[in-house]
């Protein structure tokens, strides 16, 4: 059940201690697209998102977006953010991972995600310091993502992970 379980969890991104993080030891912090920074509907970066990568780059952590999305979804979001980024990552397994994270030890490593069942789970499968934060909008879902959300619900209240928890 460990793989299913976030080492923290929070409301959004922003409510993330990028600090700690780095005083930990964290130096990358991967993070998914898709209602973990925006909305599906948002398709470029919002003033929020750029200065989130600022605080993350002046601390010193290098920022990636690491997406199960289509290239062109992510590509424009990425190029404009300046990231680097992998798109169609097939997220829980462990290939984007590897290729994101070259040159870094699992230990300097951060992944945040709106879904257990292919962030949360693939990030504690590579080792990395797993961070769940919540869906930004249900809207413009796709089936299995609905699927994977009822499957989602069940591992929340079995973790008791109603409220920011860290």
């Given at each position: 059940?460990?793989l299913f379980k976030?080492?923290?969890y929070h409301k ?106 292919t962030d949360i ?46």
């Open positions: 059940m460990r976030p080492n923290e959004t991104i922003y409510d993330i201690d990028l600090v700690k993080l780095y005083e930990s030891g964290k130096r990358l912090i991967l993070t998914d697209l898709d209602n973990t920074l925006v909305g599906y509907d948002i398709l470029l970066p919002t003033n929020e998102i750029i200065d989130f990568k600022e605080k993350c780059e002046n601390l010193g952590m290098k920022l990636m977006i690491i997406s199960n999305n289509k290239e062109k979804r992510v590509q424009l979001f990425a190029k404009e953010l300046d990231v680097p980024y992998y798109s169609s990552a097939m997220k829980p397994f462990k290939r984007g991972f590897k290729k994101m994270s070259l040159g870094y030890k699992t230990d300097e490593v951060v992944i945040i995600g709106d879904q257990i069942l789970v693939g990030g504690n499968r590579m080792g990395y310091y797993t961070i769940l934060v919540d869906v930004i909008n249900y809207n413009n879902e796709q089936f299995k993502t609905r699927i994977n959300r009822f499957i989602e619900r069940i591992i929340l209240n079995l973790f008791s992970i109603k409220g920011e928890k860290k």
